[in-house]
């Protein structure tokens, strides 16, 4: 019933537009001042969540998974993450406050906050998560009040339409 009310509601639709543009502005600020300042550097943050990383009470490591992960492939690749998180962060907020692709940028916000997560930086990130997956349980009527209303249905009748079309030859 409550997935039906945010799926499909026209108020729902509302509410979700104003927690869709405080995600938005959020990421996309966070970013946009990354991209501006032209310093970002995530080398000191991924060598610290490498040396400190979450430790459940008995003082073990709870994603070692994680920290490997971080130590063998994002540190020597910290070219591509200076790269991915300034402009990650702006493209998502930007998604998000325009209402286009919503439910991607979403998804992808959901990832990073769950990456910065892993590493141990609590801050906003549980309650950015619980209204990302608001977002994302939404679907298309998160972004109804934006350019998914246009969007979504050109990119169905567009770019899904071979998909269809190959569907129903089979």
């Not at 959901?110 to 209204?131: E, R």
């Amino acid at each position: 019933m409550f997935i039906n009310f945010l799926r499909e509601n026209k108020i729902s639709a509302a509410i979700l537009t104003f927690i869709r543009l405080y995600l938005g502005y959020a990421w996309f600020t966070a970013g946009l001042g990354k991209l501006q300042s032209g310093a970002f550097d995530a080398t000191g943050f991924l060598k610290g969540a490498i040396a400190k990383p979450v430790t459940g009470p008995d003082g073990s490591m709870v994603y070692g998974w994680y920290v490997n992960f971080l130590e063998s492939f994002a540190l020597p690749n910290i070219d591509v993450f200076n790269f991915i998180v300034p402009w990650g962060e702006t493209l998502i907020g930007l998604g998000l406050m325009l209402g286009c692709l919503t439910t991607a940028a979403m998804f992808f916000g959901l990832v990073m906050n769950f990456s910065f997560f892993l590493a141990g930086t609590v801050s906003h990130n549980p309650t950015d998560i619980f209204l990302g997956f608001i977002i994302l349980t939404a679907g298309y009527n998160a972004g109804r009040i934006g350019l998914d209303r246009w969007v979504v249905p050109f990119m169905r009748k567009t770019v899904f339409k071979g998909k269809e079309t190959a569907k129903q030859h089979a």
